[in-house]
């Protein structure tokens, strides 16, 4: 009997809609996941450390500039999760409205910025030409994703995930084989973006059909600014670290931090899927009045587990992780993809902890966010003598963000 209520527990647990949303979003993102390293597997060795750094201060530029977008993306999963279907209707041509007279805006600052980020970061402005499509398609690409997030529309969602990395993979190799260098591996992304928009857009298709005044505005724009912060904040904590090195180690160093850094966000990225399920989930729960905390318990017990499984990896097979993503040119990172481990174990429960807050409309704790990528910043600024003192400045501002968030979740009797 005591093994049949175990079984019938398992099966339970198994229909939960965190487990096969999990499983669709872990599988399906893992795999895009898998292609996007395979891309950094050829293209890194294909350019070597000094071009694979400019390569990588490219995508950390773009991360920055997406990140006043992206927060959109939470915005949007809360609010297509507690909406009607006529909302949701309204809320689409109100959204696909927003990303373009965005896109307009963010064109012209990038115009404008051109000059001095080439400058700052050592690139030519050749290879900055395609961030103007990357950022366009970009935030329509986020904007498409996330009503599908919010829809619960996972298979939808990792369709338009993997569309983006499987072109980036083929044209990024094609690109750069045909002797384009950094500026081919920057295009091949641009194309990308172009067709997550086009899938995500076309599995929207009913939404489009009609439209009228989405009522909501003020509310949706209320919740809006303390999500850009957090976005900020995070993709900060995800990318600050890799143009500071850029602007502070040599070329080769700080090409070696980059490929650390990459393979470090596979831990982030491996993880992330569950806190995509989870938010949706709990908006909705928070919206009923369902145990929204025993779904939170569940999402922090799976992502400990993946964090912890990748962590190990790095331990026991530092040398192997970084062979078989880069070969032997990036070796002498192999004492430091540890340490990366642990910033970015840190980093990803404490992303959970934060959308967990947000997704119960609990938005002080972003202030928190940006208190510890202010750190980061402040602290890599001031002490930047070599790959290690770079980690440890990250490891101690994620530390403080994650303690801050443990309290905070712990005085919380609501």
Do not use: C
């Amino acid at each position: 009997m005591e093994t049949e209520d175990i079984i019938t527990k398992l099966k339970k647990y198994a229909k939960h809609p965190l487990f096969s949303g999990s499983m669709i979003m872990i599988v399906g993102s893992n795999s895009a996941n898998f292609m996007a390293y395979l891309y950094h597997v050829i293209i890194g060795r294909a350019l070597g450390p000094v071009d694979y750094g400019e390569l990588a201060a490219i995508l950390s530029i773009m991360t920055i500039i997406l990140a006043f977008f992206n927060f959109l993306g939470i915005v949007v999963v809360k609010f297509v999760s507690t909406s009607d279907k006529e909302e949701l209707h309204n809320l689409y041509h109100w959204l696909s409205k927003f990303a373009l007279i965005s896109s307009v805006i963010i064109t012209v600052a990038l115009i404008v910025l051109t000059p001095f980020l080439s400058k700052f970061l050592h690139l030519r402005i050749k290879i900055l030409l395609p961030l103007i499509p990357i950022v366009i398609f970009g935030i329509y690409s986020f904007v498409y994703r996330s009503i599908l997030q919010g829809l619960l529309k996972f298979k939808e969602f990792v369709l338009s995930l993997n569309g983006d990395i499987f072109s980036r993979v083929l044209f990024g190799i094609i690109f750069v084989y045909l002797g384009w260098s950094t500026f081919g591996a920057v295009a091949a992304i641009a194309i990308a973006f172009f067709v997550a928009f086009l899938i995500a857009k076309l599995s929207l298709g009913n939404y489009a059909a009609k439209s009228g005044k989405f009522t909501r505005q003020h509310e949706m724009l209320v919740f809006t600014l303390p999500v850009m912060v957090s976005s900020i904040a995070v993709n900060s904590l995800l990318s600050t670290d890799v143009l500071l090195a850029k602007h502070f180690l040599e070329p080769h160093t700080a090409g070696i931090y980059a490929s650390l850094a990459t393979l470090g966000k596979i831990i982030f990225y491996g993880a992330g899927p569950i806190s995509w399920v989870m938010f949706p989930l709990i908006a909705k729960s928070e919206k009923g009045n369902r145990n929204y905390r025993k779904i939170f318990l569940l999402s922090f017990i799976l992502t400990l587990i993946v964090t912890v499984v990748v962590s190990l990896i790095y331990f026991l097979f530092p040398d192997l992780s970084i062979r078989l993503l880069y070969g032997k040119e990036f070796i002498e990172g192999k004492n430091y993809l540890i340490y990366f481990g642990i910033y970015m174990t840190l980093f990803t429960l404490a992303s959970l902890f934060m959308n967990y807050f947000l997704s119960r409309n609990k938005t002080k704790v972003v202030y928190l966010a940006l208190l510890s990528a202010l750190i980061q910043f402040v602290g890599i600024w001031f002490y930047h003598h070599n790959i290690i003192s770079i980690i440890t400045v990250s490891i101690i501002a994620i530390i403080l963000f994650l303690l801050s968030v443990i309290i905070y979740y712990l005085i919380d009797k609501d």
